[in-house]
T-cell receptor, first 114, second 112 residues
């Protein structure tokens, strides 16, 4: 069982829909992350939040909008996605963003865009 | 960023030790060596990390070469549950913006 909980586990949406992915952790971690993983590829970093503030955006298109309402929650708002955005979206957290800090991952939301 | 090189795949027998190699010849003095693994249909899982000295935890051991240009993840007794993709990743301790960058990893297959 993972200590990072992601909902929903699966999501199918049309290109005109608006939906949100949610991530929750109660380990007191102050760094949270979104990754995208295409089939048979390694995860790729999208966003980093440190102390509820966005610290890194890896040139992600604006149709992906992250939000960190408090230290335990991380959302990813989706709007006007394209079929190529179909992927596994992973959330992770770590105590801080430092290089010696292990990250704890959720099991992801598998997103399909019709 | 310093890069890592891992074999694409390895095979092991159940209940035998597994040594997963990682080359990082351009490693800098402040790079931490991290290992994660990803089981099928799951998110990545932290395994172990180290800087200069060998490290042991309940999951595995990390052996770091004296010149730090290579490292080996050791699973002491492989089980079927250890079949996964294993990623060796360097993270620069001097660069606040340096995050986890996953490479191709090694796909470990465990035979019963």
């Amino acid at each position: 069982d993972t200590e990072v909980t992601q909902t929903p586990k699966h999501l199918v949406m049309g290109m005109t829909n608006k939906k949100s992915l949610k991530c929750e952790q109660h380990m007191g971690h102050r760094a949270m992350y979104w990754y995208k993983q295409k089939a048979k590829k390694p995860p790729e970093l999208m966003f980093v939040y440190s102390y509820e503030k966005l610290s890194i955006n890896e040139s992600v298109p604006s149709r992906f909008s992250p939000e960190c309402p408090n230290s335990s929650l991380l959302n990813l708002h989706l709007h006007a996605l394209q079929p190529e955005d179909s992927a596994l979206y992973l959330c992770a957290s770590s105590p801080r963003t430092g290089a010696n800090q292990p990250q704890h991952f959720g099991d992801g939301t598998r997103l399909s865009i019709l | 960023d310093a890069k890592t090189t891992q074999p694409n795949s390895m095979e092991s027998n159940e209940e035998e030790p597994v040594h997963l190699p990682c080359n990082h010849s351009t490693i800098s003095g402040t790079d931490y060596i991290h290992w994660y693994r990803q089981l099928p249909s799951q998110g990545p899982e932290y395994v172990i990390h180290g800087l200069t000295s060998n490290v042991n935890n309940r999951m595995a051991s990390l052996a770091i070469a004296e010149d730090r240009k290579s490292s080996t993840l050791i699973l002491h007794r492989a089980t079927l549950r250890d079949a996964a993709v294993y990623y060796c990743i360097l993270r620069d301790g001097n660069n606040a913006g340096n995050m986890l960058t996953f490479g191709g990893g090694t796909r470990l297959m465990v035979k019963p």
